[in-house]
């Protein structure tokens, strides 16, 4: 989507309010979460759907007791 709108990731840092690193980790997949504000901001800026950005990936949780 930021490509789409043509934004950098310093331009969208500044439009979110968030660091360019934790937009990195949002952006390369690494994060474990995104706060539901941060995300609906994002999707403001980039005017899109929360799934145009995100995608459900499964993977194995350890519970250890």
Known sequence: MMAKRKMTLNELSQRVGLTTVNLSILKTGKAKGVRFDTLDT???VLE????DIIEYREY???YQR
């Open 48 to 51: 899109c759907q929360p799934g």
């Open 60 to 62: 194995a949780i350890n």
């Open 42 to 44: 994002i999707c403001k």
